[in-house]
């Protein structure tokens, strides 16, 4: 029903920036809270940042805070995730996620309807 394709990554020294997107089909973008995820080898897929179907609310881990912001247009279809100061632990394949809500809230969870097949992002010490 919804196709994610994330784009953006790369390899950044460590207190650079980076901006990553995603794009998604569908018409009903909109009604869907969006979030950006992160996995390295060995562990389990950790939530970063995630914005409500309207945008009027956010969340972040608390590793992130400060540094990272997401943002959405539902008119193009996109989210973004904008970090900056990255840190040679935030080294990690990032997805974007997204998940069908009645409300219009944050889901922190990792129970989310689609998932993108995630970016590659690298930072250097």
């Known amino acids: 029903q919804v196709q994610l394709v994330e784009s953006g990554g790369g390899l950044v020294q460590a207190g650079g920036s980076l901006r990553l997107s995603c794009a998604a089909s569908?018409?009903?973008?909109?009604?869907?809270?969006m979030g950006w995820f992160r996995q390295v080898p060995g562990k389990e897929r950790e939530f970063v940042a995630g914005i409500s179907r309207s945008g009027i609310s956010t969340s972040y881990v608390d590793s992130v805070k400060g540094r990272f912001t997401i943002s959405r247009d539902n008119a193009k279809n996109t989210v973004d995730l904008q970090m900056n100061s990255l840190k040679p632990e935030d080294t990690a394949v990032y997805y974007c996620?997204?998940?069908?809500?009645?409300?219009?809230?944050?889901?922190?969870?990792?129970?989310?309807?689609?998932w993108g097949r995630g970016t590659q992002v690298t930072v250097s010490s």
């Open positions: 569908g018409r009903t973008f909109s009604s869907y809270a």
């Open positions: 996620g997204a998940k069908d809500s009645v409300h219009d809230r944050v889901d922190r969870s990792l129970w989310y309807d689609y």
